[in-house]
């Protein structure tokens, strides 16, 4: 991804990811900066790796690790991204689909990533999805 712009480089990422069916995690953490703060939409009210904050590449890391161990993909769909080419703010909408492996429940939601770039790396990356669709299918509600 040397010498793409930002939004070139999140293309790629992005398609990868719904290609791979969740197996271009590496891609993705050689897009974050070592410094990353994910945000989730999900509270750290419902017990899984993937809610809170993450700060760090590290943490980043056991985010997607957590998310491939309880969770299958089915799809990962963009239909839009808001920004500028080499902007340091570019918004990915889509949707995605996943079966959780533990309760066999799918979740389909809207997809909302909000991500913040500083020397071509993101430093900030803020996801909003059906927080209660995920509580749902993880069985807790």
């Not at 070592?34 to 939409?41: G, K, L, N, P």
């Not at 492996?101 to 909302?112: D, Q, S, W």
Request: with cysteine.
């Amino acid at each position: 991804m040397v010498g793409q712009s930002n939004l070139a480089a999140l293309r790629s990422v992005y398609r990868n990811w719904h290609e791979t069916r969740g197996g271009s995690v590496g891609e993705i953490l050689d897009l974050f900066d070592d410094e990353v703060e994910m945000r989730s939409a999900l509270g750290g009210d419902v017990p899984s790796s993937v809610s809170g904050t993450h700060i760090s590449k590290a943490q980043a890391r056991d985010y997607f690790e957590g998310l491939l161990k309880d969770w299958e993909m089915i799809f990962y769909e963009v239909d839009r991204y808001i920004g500028e080419e080499d902007g340091d703010e570019i918004v990915m909408v889509g949707r995605c689909s996943f079966r959780n492996k533990a309760t066999g429940k799918i979740l389909e939601t809207p997809k909302i990533d909000v991500c913040t770039f500083r020397d071509g790396k993101i430093v900030r990356f803020q996801e909003s999805y059906d927080t209660l669709g995920f509580a749902q299918a993880l069985g807790h509600v």
